[in-house]
């Protein structure tokens, strides 16, 4: 799983810049590849599984008096009363205008877009944090915009937490009081309408298939640690819910994206030798085997200034056979706008099924790791990769190594978080020197400098 070599898969003989002494069914891998380039291509050669880990069972002993605590109703010293909370969502438009066209900040997952959100967002927890609701209130998070007859809307969601024993109506009465009287005096730009502000009850299913329309939106279990792929952190469904595996034959070799339902990004050398569409494979969820969800390929688009051995202009768009509906478990990526910045020191994950070090096999589970983005400056050092490092590519990892993507991580998501928590694809798996070693982090290609490319080609 990410670690950072990243040997393009050839048919017969697979050579790579260092021997390796490993001969999988798709032909032996040699010492005779001595591009220019440092680094071998993070496709997979090989589809062993590593053995299931086994659950390991807790029993929890509870005693006489604790389990007679609990049946009366009585608590030990110190301790509070539980307090049983139910969770209250809720649709809402807010009405409101704002001085800037509506064509400048409509389009989901743009600069303009999260800066309306976000200002309306905080407008909206400011009222209910200085309200009798604030220890009920959890999240409000803008969904869309729309454009009316007589201004625009924001669509979003409220989540509360409210006592089990509180009275449905009551709580919906004191949500419309709040928003109606307290976000008059909310301060904007945009100015906000709250007279006509409307709200809707909603369930967990309802709520659930808005969050999935939304990009970049995922169940978040990850803790904020330097979690490690090479070495292998096992994800939790709906984690990274657009990480696609690319199969050839049946044969995990690639990783993907999902950036619209029926459109992924991958690397270009992944399809450099295997190109016939009707032979590859897309699958969704946690695992290869079983997959979530499963769709061919209609047609492949490599950028046309990709040329082997070079390592540039690795990116390709693939179109799916039949579109993904969007669940829990699978759904998009956002893309950046072209003019957007990721800047050392923002959060990154990079995910992926491939190797936990160099010339190790396929994982049947999602791996993720955390890896720091590395300016450029830095990773075209001699010591690094000596100007190897275009415009078109990131680094990411750690020069310190350990932190990296690998073999069978290929064409895979490298992305990162706004101040909403809404995610972002930065870089596409591409290429390094060995996996998780010192001063040879992962190079991925840059998603910003091909912007215009994949909307040219996908329309998103």
Not at 75 to 80: E, N, V
Not at 169 to 192: C, F, S, W, Y
Not at 406 to 424: E, F, N
Request: proline share 5%; charged share 25%; glycine share 8%.
């Amino acid at each position: 799983m990410p670690c950072a070599v990243y040997a393009s898969f050839l048919p017969g003989n697979v050579t790579v810049r260092r021997e390796a002494g490993k001969q999988g069914e798709q032909g032996n891998v040699t010492s005779e590849y001595q591009l220019h380039s440092q680094a071998r291509k993070k496709e997979w050669s090989s589809h062993e599984r590593s053995p299931a880990h086994e659950a390991v069972d807790r029993v929890w002993m509870r005693t006489p008096v604790l389990q007679i605590s609990v049946s009366t109703g009585l608590f030990l010293a110190g301790q509070q009363c539980i307090d049983h909370r139910k969770t209250y969502n809720y649709y809402s438009t807010l009405p409101f205008t704002s001085n800037k066209l509506y064509d400048n900040f409509g389009k989901e997952a743009s600069k303009n877009f999260t800066e309306m959100s976000q200002k309306i967002e905080l407008m909206v927890k400011n009222v209910f944090h200085k309200s009798s609701l604030r220890g009920d209130f959890v999240k409000c998070q803008i969904i869309k915009f729309s454009q009316e007859e007589h201004g625009v809307l924001a669509h979003m969601l409220l989540i509360f937490r409210f006592r089990s024993t509180e009275d449905p109506e009551t709580i919906n009465k004191n949500i419309q009081r709040v928003l109606h009287k307290k976000l008059r005096d909310a301060v904007g730009p945009p100015k906000l309408h709250p007279e006509s502000v409307q709200i809707k009850k909603i369930n967990k299913t309802e709520t659930d298939n808005f969050l999935n329309n939304c990009c970049g939106t995922r169940r978040s279990k990850t803790t904020r640690q330097g979690l490690r792929i090479v070495g292998g952190t096992e994800v939790e469904e709906g984690e990274w819910p657009w990480q696609a595996s690319l199969q050839w034959d049946g044969i995990h070799r690639c990783g993907a994206t999902l950036i619209n339902d029926t459109w992924l990004t991958g690397a270009a050398h992944c399809f450099r030798t295997y190109k016939d569409p009707a032979r590859w494979t897309a699958s969704f969820g946690v695992t290869i085997k079983p997959p979530k969800m499963q769709r061919g390929l209609r047609r492949i688009i490599v950028h046309e200034k990709y040329k082997y051995p070079s390592h540039d202009y690795d990116i390709a768009v693939a179109e799916l056979s039949s579109p993904v509906p969007y669940t829990n478990a699978v759904h998009r990526i956002c893309l950046p706008d072209a003019s957007h910045e990721f800047k050392p020191g923002d959060e990154m994950f990079v995910t992926g099924f491939g190797a936990l070090q160099s010339d190790g096999n396929t994982q049947n589970h999602l791996q993720q790791v955390q890896v720091d983005l590395i300016d450029t400056k830095t990773c075209n050092k001699p010591r690094a990769y000596n100007n190897a490092i275009t415009p078109r590519m990131l680094c990411a990892g750690s020069l310190q190594g350990k932190r990296d993507a690998c073999q069978g991580d290929s064409g895979g998501p490298l992305v990162s978080p706004d101040a909403r928590d809404i995610w972002y694809l930065a870089g596409i798996v591409s290429w390094g020197d060995e996996c998780g070693q010192p001063n040879k982090p992962g190079v991925y290609t840059r998603v910003t400098a091909f912007r215009n490319w994949i909307a040219s080609k996908t329309g998103v």
